[in-house]
């Protein structure tokens, strides 16, 4: 399986059954709603885990680079607030 068909794979797993889970409470107390969905954050992590990647600021410029086209609104983050 490639990394692409994994962090999609585990998207769809994580976004179809969090709501199950969480059963409509947020995970992150924001002012505003936050950019990045729950599912997308937790994919990330899950991928960064996968990856052996412990920095923020490299996982960070890793899904900048190859991975804007599955996390479009990382384009809108500055790295400070992605952390």
């Known amino acids: 399986m490639s ?3 994994c962090m999609i794979a585990s998207f769809c797993l994580i976004d179809d059954t969090l709501p ?3 059963k409509g409470k ?3 107390s924001h002012r505003h709603r936050p950019k990045l969905a729950e599912s997308e954050v937790i994919t990330m992590e899950v991928v960064e885990a996968y990856l052996l990647i412990s920095q923020d600021r ?3 410029e890793y899904y900048r680079r190859h991975y804007a086209h599955f ?3 990382l384009s809108q983050l500055h790295r400070s607030s992605f952390v």
Do not use: C, H, K, N
Request: glycine share 0%; charged share 25%.
């Open 3 to 5: 990394l692409d068909d």
């Open 20 to 22: 199950s889970i969480v």
């Open 26 to 28: 947020r995970l992150r």
């Open 58 to 60: 490299a996982l960070y």
């Open 71 to 73: 996390f479009p609104a």
